[in-house]
Nanobody, 114 residues
Framework: VQLQASGGGLVQPGGSLRLSCAAS????????MAWYRQAPGKQRELVAV???????TYANSVKGRFTISRDNAKNTVYLQMNSLKFEDAAVYYC?????????WGQGTLVTVSS
């Protein structure tokens, strides 16, 4: 399975970005699709995860601001990020966990700066 993430960029505090991650290859459902992030000097952390049937879980730090969604027909997961804060700046990675194991995308950089 290959994952291609996109949508990162530079945004001011309070702004919004939408990340996308398209999966290709042998993809079986059920599976979990998720977004992680890693800031400089910090460990990679889970941001949000969504099951095949749309059940979502969020890190406390992003609840109410970020929304994860997926399009199963396109094998794509999205992360809508609103009200961005300085501490949201990181490289964001998408992840797919399924029958064949776990796959990671290449990461997309989100910079939050005024």
């Amino acid at each position: 399975v290959q994952l291609q993430a996109s949508g990162g960029g530079l945004v001011q505090p309070g702004g919004s970005l939408r990340l996308s991650c398209a999966a290709s290859g042998n993809i079986f459902r059920p599976n979990l699709m998720a977004w992680y992030r890693q800031a400089p000097g910090k460990q990679r952390e889970l941001v949000a995860v969504i099951t095949s049937d749309g059940t979502t879980t969020y890190a406390n730090s992003v609840k109410g601001r970020f929304t994860i969604s997926r399009d199963n027909a396109k094998n794509t997961v999205y992360l809508q990020m609103n009200s961005l804060k300085f501490e949201d700046a990181a490289v964001y990675y998408c992840n797919l966990a399924g029958r064949l194991g776990t796959s990671w995308g290449q990461g997309t950089l989100v910079t939050v700066s005024s």
